[in-house]
Nanobody, 118 residues
């Protein structure tokens, strides 16, 4: 059974940094892409960033230049480095493992809270 375990969330002040990690218990990790989403209270879940097995990545405009997604295929992990945090980055963050070749073949982590507050 595929499991995703997120870590690294917590409380930060505006302008500070946090790093989120997501470890996937899956064989053939390099067949999958990974993504981060977030959901703030009262809002819909939104896509934040994604990275293919090749390392090619994309970021939402709202985080471009501040957040950076990366992955370590040897460790089955994806990381989201969040710099220059803003109050509006406060949300529950979720990682997703998904196949770019098979629609619907996806798995979600349980979510991890990031709170940015002064």
């Amino acid at each position: 059974q595929v499991q995703l375990v997120e870590s690294g969330g917590g409380l930060a002040q505006p302008g500070e940094s946090l790093t989120l990690s997501c470890r996937a218990s899956v064989s053939r990790f390099t067949l999958y892409s990974m993504a981060w989403y977030r959901q703030a209270p009262g809002k819909e879940r939104e896509w934040v960033a994604a990275i293919a097995a090749s390392g090619s990545s994309k970021h939402a405009d709202s985080v471009k230049g501040r957040f950076s997604i990366s992955r370590n295929n040897a460790k089955n992990t994806a990381t989201l480095l969040m710099n220059s945090l803003k109050l509006e980055d406060t949300a529950m963050y979720y990682c997703k493992l998904y196949s770019p070749y098979s629609e619907g073949n996806e798995y979600w982590g349980q979510g991890i809270q990031v709170t940015v507050s002064s």
